[in-house]
Each structure stands twice: as C-alpha cells, then as structure tokens.
C-alpha cells in the first residue's frame, strides 16, 4: 500500500516543495548543525506509527554495550579513565526494515521523490540512496525506562529522525556543537572529558511526536537521557548513503540487528 505525501505530511506547515522554505530549513541546519520541523507528521500518521511501534515492540532486537564516545576499539596508549577510553552505556531495542510491515507509510515516505528531493537540498547532497542490504534503511528504536544512548559522535555526517512518541520523562536529546574536527584529526579530548564530566553546558533538542529532525552529529557530541517511566520512547531513523549500493557493515548489522538479514 502506498500512502501519497499529502497524507502524510502536513504540508501546509511544512511545504517541502517550496524553495523559501527549503532555503529557511538549510540555513538553521547549517547554522545550528540541527533542524527540527514540529508538526512534520499529520496526527492520524503519528497514532498510526505509535500502534505500528507497540504491535511490532514484540519482535525488536535489544541490546546493551558499553563505548567510548568515539564509538572506536579502546586506544592502550590511553588510560581507561582519559576521554578517549572512558565507556558509556547505550541500550536501546530496534526493529529493522524487513520488519517494518509493507503497510506502513514509513515506506512511502522514505521512497518519495519529493521528500529525498527536499532532504538532499537541505543536507547539501548531489543525491541519497537506501541501503543494500534489507535491514539498515528504517529502523524504529525502542527505549524503555532506564534506557539510553551515551555520550557519542556520528561516523555519518548527518541523521535524520522522526519522533514517534516521547516518553513520560527523560529521554532528553542533548547535544555540545563542534567539539571535535574528525577531517582533520582533530578529536579534543580535552573538551571531550569535560563534557562526560559534566563540566559543559549542554544544548537540548525539543522533539515532540510528528517532528522530523535532522542533525549533524559527526562532530558534535551528543546523547539521549534515560527513560523514566513506563511509556516508551519510540524514534524511527531513516537512513540513507551519499552512495548506491552500499550496505551496513555484516558486523555492523550484527551488533545493532543480531543477525544479517
């Protein structure tokens, strides 16, 4: 089943198509390194994907691992106590693409031409393209209470999320803008610990249920707080490559998955 833009997106709000509006959405990404779009989402889409997520919550992998914030293998030049080394916690559950049901209009949204049109203006791409490989393209995360994500930086240079439904408290997407310089190899360690230290002043991003968000976490350090109570944190990811044909990496998938697909 296909479901046009118009039903999912409110387009009066967020009018994709509009060079304005496309031009307004670059310029706070390039200047904040995130947009978020409240209300991207029409609210009969949103109770959609909530009871999508609790039908399916049954069948998402969960996992739990400790890393650093450079998502790296650990440096023995470092103590295991300096920010290069230090282990953060990330625990959340996922289901994969090949398990998003072919009903859903997270399909029909993530193949629109119109709306990748709008996201490769937004993100300065020549174009984008899903995953090779059937699992890595939608994922729908699943955060219960005590869940999180660490203290990290992207390897990707952009993510692109949509909120399906917050929880009750918690779950606070935080963020420090341009930390670090990977191009250059520049990793500020020092800025790095001070942030796990909690010595930083933080910036949070707002994200209701229907909002899109689009970050660029390759060099800003980032997290989401634990959930605190009993309601499910639930964010759907749509990934895509600057390249055709590209799959997530088979130890990649295994980790995040449990399986290769």
């Known amino acids: 089943m296909e479901f046009a833009l118009a039903d999912i997106i409110d387009l009066t709000t967020s009018p994709i198509d509009d060079s304005t509006f496309r031009k307004a959405c670059k310029r706070t990404l390039d200047e904040n390194g995130a947009l978020v779009i409240k209300d991207f989402l029409k609210p009969a889409v949103i109770s959609l994907l909530q009871q999508e997520g609790k039908d399916n919550q049954h069948i998402a992998y969960y996992t739990g691992n400790k890393h650093n914030v450079y998502l790296t293998e650990t440096d023995p030049s470092y ?44 993100l300065g791409e020549q174009a984008l393209y899903e995953y090779a490989d059937p699992l890595s ?40 803008k341009d930390v670090r310089d990977a191009d250059n190899g520049d990793m500020n360690y020092v800025m790095s610990g001070d942030i796990l230290d909690g010595n930083v002043i933080t910036e949070n ?48 998938r295994m980790t995040f998955f449990g399986r290769l697909g």
């Open 137 to 176: 393209s939608i994922n729908l995360h699943y955060a219960g209470e005590g869940q999180e994500l660490g203290w990290h930086y992207d390897n990707s240079s952009f993510a692109i999320t949509l909120m399906v439904q917050s929880p009750q408290q918690g779950g606070v997407f935080e963020y420090v």
């Open 79 to 122: 103590s295991d106590s300096h920010p290069r080394n230090r282990q953060v916690t990330s625990s959340k559950g996922c289901i994969t693409t090949d398990q998003i049901p072919t009903s859903s209009v997270l399909h029909s949204l993530y193949q629109a031409p119109k709306f990748r049109d709008f996201l490769c203006e937004v």
């Open 205 to 252: 991003l707002s994200m209701d249920p229907g909002a899109l968000v689009l970050f660029r976490g390759r060099n800003s350090m980032h997290r989401v707080t634990p959930t605190i109570g009993e309601q499910t944190r639930m964010l759907v990811v749509l990934a895509y490559n600057t390249q055709p044909n590209i799959s997530l990496s088979e130890s990649a």
